[in-house]
T-cell receptor, first 113, second 114 residues
Framework: GAGVSQSPSNKVTEKGKDVELRCDPI?????LYWYRQSLGQGLEFLIY????????KSGLPSDRFSAERTGGSVSTLTIQRTQQEDSAVYLC???????????FGSGTRLTVV | GENVEQHPSTLSVQEGDSAVIKCTYS??????FPWYKQELGKRPQLIID?????GEKKDQRIAVTLNKTAKHFSLHITETQPEDSAVYFC?????????????FGTGTRLTIIP
């Protein structure tokens, strides 16, 4: 596609429910990243996929968070048993293997009530 | 791991004046330093980047400087305009091509006063 696509754009969920966030990277981009941005805060690294290599999961805040990337393209970030502190904008980005910087998606605004 | 500090957190500048945002990083192995601009309600967008083999890079009204010895880098915006109002993030990574994870600063909210 022309850009990084994320869905849904907004998600309101009840505390304790599971949510799935989807990211479609730019076609041909081998690297895919998930970041989290809390209100008025910076961007917190969550997880990074590069080609067929094992993902770098070092930023996932707890075992309630997981992500997968199928076929080297679409990625899904899953948050189980959501908590209010999970409320944030979840940003996905992708890049070519040897490109400068990332292209970000518009994000998914998650609100846990 | 890498730690990036950014200051100031907020900056107000008269239109036409210059703005400077500074960042420091902790990991001497970091070698790629991009800057992102995020307008209200929009996604972050890359505006300029610098690699460790150069000390300065310019693109029209925007410039970035890097001091590897001191482990700090700065964004300079000259002749500021209202459309420069946004949150600016610096970042650092160990990759020469910026395709490994970036560690971001906490952002600077720049307001240009007409």
């Amino acid at each position: 596609g022309a850009g990084v696509s994320q869905s849904p754009s907004n998600k309101v969920t009840e505390k304790g429910k599971d949510v799935e966030l989807r990211c479609d990277p730019i076609s041909g981009h081998t690297a895919l990243y998930w970041y989290r941005q809390s209100l008025g805060q910076g961007l917190e690294f969550l997880i990074y996929f590069q080609g067929n290599s094992a993902p770098d999961k070092s930023g996932l805040p707890s075992d309630r968070f997981s992500a997968e990337r199928t076929g080297g393209s679409v990625s899904t970030l899953t948050i189980q048993r959501t908590q209010q502190e999970d409320s944030a904008v979840y940003l996905c980005a992708s890049s070519l293997e040897y490109a400068r910087g990332y292209t970000f998606g518009s994000g998914t605004r998650l609100t846990v009530v | 791991g890498e730690n990036v500090e950014q200051h100031p957190s907020t900056l107000s500048v008269q239109e036409g004046d210059s703005a400077v945002i500074k960042c420091t990083y902790s990991d001497s192995a970091s070698n790629y330093f991009p800057w992102y601009k995020q307008e209200l309600g929009k996604r972050p967008q890359l505006i300029i980047d610098i690699r460790s083999n150069v000390g300065e890079k310019k693109d029209q009204r925007i410039a970035v400087t890097l001091n590897k010895t001191a482990k700090h880098f700065s964004l300079h915006i000259t002749e500021t305009q209202p459309e420069d109002s946004a949150v600016y993030f610096c970042a650092a990574s160990k990759s020469n091509f910026g395709n490994e994870k970036l560690t971001f600063g906490t952002g600077t909210r720049l307001t240009i006063i007409p």
